[in-house]
Nanobody, 120 residues
């Protein structure tokens, strides 16, 4: 059973940076497009960044220019570098593999996520 383990969250002041990691069992990272999602209190989970097998990336408008997604297939790990953090980035962050067909839904059981809290 594939497992996703997110880490790297924490409490940071506005303008600060964090680097999230998502370690996956097996070869799930190298075999799939991957995405980082977040769920803020009272809101639905949303996709914030994605990366394809060919390392093409895409970002939600709210994080474009501040967040960078990357992958290390040899380590079966996906990263999310978050810079210039804002209080509205506060959320639990999750990673998941994405389906190869539209609407490219997440395909694995969610991990526990990692909490990111940005203070003003």
């Amino acid at each position: 059973q594939v497992q996703l383990v997110e880490s790297g969250g924490g409490l940071v002041q506005a303008g600060g940076s964090l680097r999230l990691s998502c370690a996956a069992s097996g070869s799930i990272v190298s075999a799939n497009a991957m995405g980082w999602y977040r769920r803020a209190p009272g809101k639905q989970r949303e996709l914030v960044a994605s990366i394809t097998n060919s390392d093409s990336t895409n970002y939600a408008d709210s994080v474009k220019g501040r967040f960078t997604i990357s992958r290390d297939n040899a380590k079966n790990t996906v990263y999310l570098q978050m810079n210039s953090l804002k209080p509205e980035d506060t959320a639990v962050y999750y990673c998941n593999a994405r389906s190869a067909i539209p609407p490219w839904s997440p395909i694995l059981r969610w991990g526990q996520g990692t909490q990111v809290t940005v203070s003003s």
